[in-house]
């Protein structure tokens, strides 16, 4: 009876939550195209929004009632309501009062700030907002510190003003993106995910496995890729991928532990892929300026390099197991995933299309989000649905609702992400913490990116794609800067090493996950991953020294830099695996290991060096085959 009542009661629940996610996605589709409120009080209803998603997801029942932190849950929920529409219908006092600050402004930004910060706490964990606690602290207690972090202070009723009801920080630039942008983001992700896109990014997938060696493997390496660009969580990407692509590669005789490590370096490498970039491009190109279609064209071939890495080193590690080509038998049926694949592709080629044409992120997702959901509607009549226009509302409604429930624990981290943003910049850390970096680099660039890759990881840690990489520009890329880096290839440079902290033991989120599924050993994971994705830690510092990877340069400029990226993926692979096309020499695989050495020191000479050993490889191995070959026979 108690069971039933439980059961009842969540699933009332779940339907309220559908009900304000639908709601909230259908509200942003419209006020992201025509100006309904102003600015301020369209993020603030967007964190209304958030904050009802949040904590709805919070209450727990047991025993048949909600437990007395559900009750807890609940308060917060009424009082987000009160909170945020006061702020709403105060706007225009709020942003006109001069002088000292009325009660109720200073109020209302205690209790909104007191309510992000326990919606962040239970979303993402302690980390994040402690760390906006220890801003705020600092931007209170600046009169009393020592140099070099002393600074004037703001009093408690400006402090607070200042990162809420003068609507920044808490409403400031990432709180703008996710309201006008990320949402628009998330609908187009949970509309593909509801019209069947991203399983048939798996289906299609597995099908291209029949054609290669190690098609198991790099199936897992393609879908994981894909779809992480699209799902915006490592973690979740891992779960979603990895169900179906980790027992396949064990099944191929691949170990728990490079199974694992395969999964999480390529759902890692999804917040890297362009045209999407995991909504990071969004961040960067709000932060920097710099056009988001700019960015997409810039992050391709470092993205593609990283998934070659990858690829390659499934590749040689299935020649080396033996894994043969997978039988189409062996494949399951896949209904209409060609079809399916057209809600993926054509949305997809849609939105780079406006961006090409320099229409606004806002206008390009909307217009795409339009030619999906016309897509989809095709779809229905191609499948033969029974009631097609029944079956696109019923999966559009289901992708609105996808695009709520995920944008909302993203807008509570980027409000209380805001604080850290706001306190850094008006008490100038920032800047002091990108003096401190030069100062120790003095004029030795290689040393200052070292102490800001550093940073970045350690900061980037346990931490969600977009907090990671705002805390990495806001703690490195001014010091980059200030050294005289180009601005994008500063941004990429802390982005890459942001991103693969979910990599980087001690926390390795994506390893943890990762070996959790196959049942692997998580060191060993991290170990095996770590190498997989080693474009992932070295591409960002041939961004300083090679910027043409990043389109600043000459076209010949761009090849060369391609080129010797790739002999020095062959020769570290080389030197990992210990094989190529057979088992590599001792003597082979010293020169695979100079070789890769040389192809990433800058430097003419050696990359000649470099390019030489990778050549002496090509024939050594090909000889060594020959001879192999000639003997198997005349002993037969």
């Known amino acids: 009876m108690e069971e039933s009542k439980k059961t009842g009661f969540d699933l009332k629940l779940d339907r309220a939550i559908s009900i304000v996610a639908i709601v909230m996605s259908a509200y942003h589709l419209i006020a992201c195209n025509y100006n309904i409120f102003q600015a301020g009080q369209h993020i603030n209803l967007h964190i209304l929004f958030s904050l009802i998603i949040v904590f709805l997801q919070a209450v727990k029942i047991k025993n048949g ?73 600092y931007g209170y207690f600046g009169p009393w510190l020592p140099n070099p972090f002393f600074h004037g202070g703001l009093p408690f009723s400006r402090l607070i003003t200042y990162v809420t009801t003068n609507f920044d920080g808490v409403y400031g630039m990432l709180a703008s993106v996710s309201a006008n942008t990320i949402i ?87 917040a890297i892929l362009p045209p999407v970039m995991n909504a990071a491009a969004f961040i960067i190109a709000s932060w920097t300026g710099i056009p988001y279609i700019t960015l997409v064209f810039v992050g391709v071939t470092p993205a593609l390099l990283y998934y070659l890495g990858i690829s390659l080193s499934v590749y040689i590690k299935a020649c080396k197991l033996g894994d043969e080509k997978m039988k189409k038998e062996l494949l399951p049926q896949f209904h209409h995933a060609y079809v399916n694949l057209m809600v993926f592709l054509i949305p997809l080629v849609l939105l780079v299309t406006l961006m090409i044409m320099g229409e606004s992120p806002q206008k390009a997702l909307s217009l795409a989000i339009l030619g999906l959901a016309v897509v989809g509607l095709l779809q229905q009549f191609i499948i033969r649905e029974a009631n097609p226009i029944r079956s696109f509302a019923k999966k559009f409604v289901a992708g609105l609702e996808n695009g709520g429930r995920t944008v909302a624990s993203i807008a509570v981290v980027m409000a209380c992400m805001g604080v ?18 030069l100062s120790i680099a003095g004029d030795n660039l290689i040393i200052l990116a070292l102490v800001v890759a550093l940073t970045c990881t350690l900061f980037g840690m346990g931490m969600p794609s977009a907090s990671a990489y705002i805390l990495a520009a806001l703690l490195g890329a001014p010091a980059l800067v200030s050294f005289g880096v180009p601005l994008v290839v500063a941004h990429f440079f802390v982005f890459y090493f942001a991103e693969m902290s979910a990599l980087t033991p001690p926390v390795a989120i994506g390893c943890l996950v990762a070996s959790g599924l196959a049942n692997a050993k998580f060191l060993k994971t991290c170990v095996i991953a770590l190498r997989l994705a080693i474009m992932g830690f070295v591409l960002p510092f041939l961004f300083l020294y090679r910027p043409a990877l990043l389109l600043q340069g000459t076209a010949f400029e761009w090849f060369w830099a391609v080129l010797m990226v790739v002999c020095f993926l062959f020769c570290f692979i080389i030197v990992c695996e210990k094989y190529f096309r057979i088992q590599t020499t001792l003597a082979e695989r010293i020169a695979a290991g100079v070789g890769a050495l040389c192809c990433i020191i800058p430097v003419y000479v050696m990359d000649f060096i470099g390019l030489a050993l990778f050549l002496f490889l090509i024939v050594s191995q090909q000889r060594r085959v020959k001879r192999e070959g000639l003997a198997s026979r005349s002993q037969a």
């Not at 995910?193 to 790099?218: E, H, L, P, W, Y």
């Not at 850290?420 to 401190?436: C, R, Y």
């Open 420 to 437: 850290v943003v706001q306190m850094m910049t008006a008490t100038g850390l920032s800047s002091k913490i990108s003096q401190f970096a």
């Open 65 to 137: 009632k909600p437990t007395w932190q559900s009750w807890c849950m609940i308060a917060l929920l009424a009082a987000s309501v009160v909170t945020c529409l006061y702020i709403h219908f105060h706007y225009y006092n709020f942003m006109t009062a001069l002088g000292a600050q009325p009660f109720d402004k200073v109020f209302s930004g205690v209790c909104i700030l007191l309510i992000i910060l326990i919606a962040t706490q239970r979303t993402w964990g302690w980390v994040i907002p402690v760390i906006s606690i220890i801003a705020l602290l």
């Open 184 to 270: 628009l983001f998330t609908i187009f992700g949970g509309l593909m995910d509801a019209f069947g896109a991203i399983g048939a990014i798996m289906n299609v997938a597995m099908s291209a496995s029949t054609k290669i060696r190690s098609g198991g493997a790099q199936v897992a390496v393609v879908s994981a890729g894909l779809i992480g660009s699209i799902t915006g969580s490592v973690a979740a990407n891992i779960t979603l991928t990895g169900s179906v692509c980790m027992p396949l590669m064990r099944k191929r005789g691949y170990s728990a532990e490079f199974t694992a490590a395969t999964e999480a370096a390529a759902s890692t490498g999804g």
